[in-house]
């Protein structure tokens, strides 16, 4: 395999990857986070909104994880430095 | 007028005139058009501001919008919100409009630019210790970055950093994927789902818009805040 075919294949495969695997932790805090939240509420249902603004600062917090996940696989499939590396050697060379 | 590819991921990627190193890109058009309706907005709603009984539609508006900003400020800060109002209420106003204007056929969200959203969190990184030092002075504030023990202040600084990187990346990620989404259903089905997406776009973007502003005061709450912690014991 040359190095324009193991960049293209490492990338999507690590784009999958980074997906799959970082959307693990964010999915089961924010489960947490709202099922804690929705208990408090039933529980004092006066601090409504303060729980639901502390709910959506943190999960904004956790849902930044994912987010950074989804950044680094659309960097991978869209915009690989490495990619267009190898591409403006093959045309040059 | 060419709108954005689907391997582009940034609306900076579509220049539209360029002179040598001076380029206009679609991300500074949107973000004039965006100034030139919150000033047109502004200026229809106080032109004719007046303490009567009969205010005008455009009056009310602004009142019902800047009140919520104040109260949302007050229950952070605990605080007078008249010092924050003017920063935190433009990033929620700008960040917001941007968001909802993506139903737009042929806009670009400025927010779903890197750069766009850097700005902004580089402008929340300037504002917590400009606001941190006019509360509690020079000393006050930096002495916070050596609580409990000195050990802790290369965590401290670093926080800082990753805070405001993790606020530019979230704000980006959000709008961004939003469109790739919207556009990758568009090939796969059609004709319902992506109207469905929109709809959903536009509480995203909503929610987005105000917890960028919340986390923005929540920061500036927390370099001026620990003032008033000390005064209180003083005072018993």
């Known amino acids: 395999m040359d190095s324009l075919t193991v960049i293209a294949v490492s990338s999507i495969i690590a784009a999958g990857l980074t997906m799959c695997i970082g959307a693990i932790g964010p999915a089961l805090g924010e489960g947490m986070a709202a099922k804690q939240a929705v208990s408090a509420i039933a529980q004092q249902p006066d601090e409504k909104n303060t729980i639901m603004r502390t709910l959506f600062v943190s999960l904004a917090m956790i849902e930044s994880i994912a987010i950074y996940c989804f950044v680094i696989s659309m960097i991978l499939i869209f915009a690989n430095p490495f990619w267009d590396h190898f591409i403006s050697i093959a045309k040059g060379g | ?236």
């Open chain 2, 1 to 236: 007028m060419e709108i954005l590819r689907l391997n582009q991921i940034s609306p900076d990627q579509l220049i539209l005139w360029q002179l040598g190193f001076a380029k206009i890109t679609a991300t500074m058009v949107y973000t004039w058009f965006i100034m030139a309706l919150l000033l047109f907005f502004s200026w229809l709603a106080t032109h004719r501001i007046s303490t009567d009984l009969h205010i005008t539609r455009w009056q009310n508006l602004l009142e019902v919008i800047v009140s919520t900003i104040r109260d949302q400020i007050k229950e952070i800060s605990q605080d007078s919100p008249d010092d924050y109002l003017a920063f935190i209420g433009t990033l929620f106003l700008f960040i917001g409009l941007s968001n909802l204007l993506t139903v737009i056929p042929g806009y670009l969200a400025p927010t779903s630019s890197l750069t766009t959203t850097a700005a902004l969190a580089i402008c929340v990184f300037i504002a917590v210790p400009l606001y941190g030092i006019t509360r509690r002075g020079l000393l006050g504030y930096f002495k916070e970055y050596f609580q409990p023990t000195f050990i802790f202040f290369p965590f401290h600084v670093m926080g800082e950093f990753t805070r405001t990187l993790a606020l530019a990346i979230r704000l980006f990620g959000n709008i961004m994927s939003h469109d790739k989404v919207i556009g990758i259903l568009l090939a796969v089905t059609p004709l319902f789902f992506p109207i469905v997406m929109n709809a959903l776009g536009l509480l995203i973007g909503m929610v987005q818009a105000y917890i960028f502003a919340i986390l923005a005061m929540v920061y500036i709450a927390s370099a001026t805040q620990a003032h008033e912690q000390e005064t209180q014991k003083g005072k018993h």
